[in-house]
């Protein structure tokens, strides 16, 4: 919540990181608000159906509880559902991501007193919008459009400002973060991921800014990226992967760009040569054509790749996409098939929890609960510490000592 010329500006936000990039610089900018009104700006996501019935749900929940304030409704489901939103009364404005406004952090309100993701451990950066895969079951590229790179000096920029305000990590975040560049055609010079990753690090290096990507396609890792990934300090051994399907027939009819066996060598080629790496990746479980042995291929994927952090989707149809074409799964295979994935997931996260009892972590602290703090280790992993450390702060040297549920409990040194 923000309070600029006594008005409030608050936002809900729902889906990726990217959408949560882009609400913090709404919630800062001047774009989307006018003056003397509280306003209430919603980022949907549609990315499911699941989602974008909970994007209809919580806008409708605003309107009820915060009558009098300016609803905006805006993120991918104002896309996939703008005839609903356009015609719900409390709405006051449908807006098209493409119209969020001006993503330039430095024509935000000088000498404001807030800044972007002040209540947050880490900051967050966009650095490409948009996809030119359409993968067959993909909403995306028709919601965000066509791959678009932000200019390295806009990056450049913001990386300075985020490191200006003590932030010790930074989450470069894209939709299909590795097609960065290749729309050069708007960049000064040809561009690719590890070549910005290099210019960002090159950036920060005085002040050892920890680095994290979002969501990488692993058809598009190559041996720069990949070298980066293997030796790169500052980049956290924690690798997502969009998988999508551990069976090539179905990778097929899904468009993807890799096989089975390309995930299974690039996870191997990590884990061999990166300390504490851990791997994790999108599965999505129940895809038209998908078999029960094909379903097992994703099942069995978990261990042949050694996935830890496994994001489990049941496959649902969205409207203007090839699949939606297709004949769907009955609903109770799709239900079945994600529950199994589920344990499958939760099992191989537990386990790779216990295998870390006595070793030592690094990590970052996310919050402070009177004396216990709680972070992410430098692999993503949740751990717990009996220590009042500062939100933001790089710890080294803590002892994992056991496991309470899915998280970590550690021991520091320093005391
Ligand atoms: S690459 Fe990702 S964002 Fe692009 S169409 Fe495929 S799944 Fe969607």
């Known amino acids: 919540m923000s309070k600029i010329n006594s008005k409030t500006t608050r936002t809900i936000t729902l889906g990726c990181r990217f959408n949560f990039y882009e609400s913090e610089v709404m919630k800062l900018s001047e774009d989307l ?73 430095s024509k935000l309100q000088t000498g404001q007193s ?27 590229p028709i919601t965000r459009g066509r791959s678009k790179s932000v200019p ?57 800014t920890r680095l994290r990507l979002s969501s990488i396609d692993p058809a598009a890792v190559n041996q720069n990226l990949l070298n980066l990934f293997l030796f790169e300090p500052r980049m956290m051994p924690y690798f997502h992967f969009s998988i999508q399907s551990g069976n090539n027939e179905v990778l097929k009819v899904m468009r993807r760009r890799h096989s089975r066996e390309d995930v299974i060598e690039l996870c191997s080629q990590i884990r061999k040569n990166r300390n504490q790496s851990v791997i994790g990746g999108d599965l999505i479980v129940g895809f038209p054509t998908e078999t029960d042995a094909m379903f097992d291929d994703s099942l069995n994927l978990v261990d042949d790749a050694g996935l830890s952090l496994i994001h489990v989707f049941p496959y ?73 450390f500062r939100s933001g ?12 549920q899915d998280e970590l409990v550690a021991e520091s040194n320093n005391v």
């Open 114 to 140: 807030h800044y972007l993701f002040e209540s947050r451990a880490r900051a967050f950066l966009q650095i490409q919008n948009g996809c030119d895969h359409f993968c067959s079951y993909c909403i995306v």
């Open 316 to 388: 649902s149809a969205r409207n203007g996409t090839l699949a939606a074409q297709m004949i769907n799964l009955p609903a109770t295979i799709i239900r079945e098939r994600a529950a199994k994935l589920k344990e499958k997931a939760n099992f191989a996260k537990t386990s790779l929890l216990r295998t870390l009892i006595g070793t030592t972590i690094s990590g970052l602290i996310e919050k402070r609960d009177h004396t216990v703090s709680i972070g992410k280790s430098d692999s993503y992993l949740p751990f717990r510490v009996n220590h009042p």
């Open 152 to 208: 390295p000096d806009f990056i450049l920029k913001h990386i300075d400002y985020f490191v200006d305000r003590g932030f010790n990590e930074i989450v470069l975040s894209g939709i299909d973060i590795t097609s960065y560049g290749k729309d050069s055609s708007d960049l000064s010079e040809p561009y690719d991921l590890h070549v910005i990753l290099e210019k960002v690090l090159e950036r920060t290096h005085l002040y050892k």
């Open 33 to 105: 608000v006018s003056d003397g009104e509280d306003t209430i700006i919603i980022n949907t996501c549609s990315v499911t159906r699941e989602a974008e019935r909970q994007s209809k749900q919580i806008v409708r929940k605003a309107i009820r509880e915060n009558i009098g304030a300016k609803i905006i409704v805006t993120g991918c489901a104002a896309k996939t559902a703008r005839d609903y939103f356009e015609n719900l009364s409390g709405v006051a404005k449908v807006v098209q991501n493409e119209d969020k406004g001006d993503m330039d952090i």
């Open 393 to 404: 702060e790089v710890v080294h040297d803590l002892k994992v000592i056991d496991v309470n």
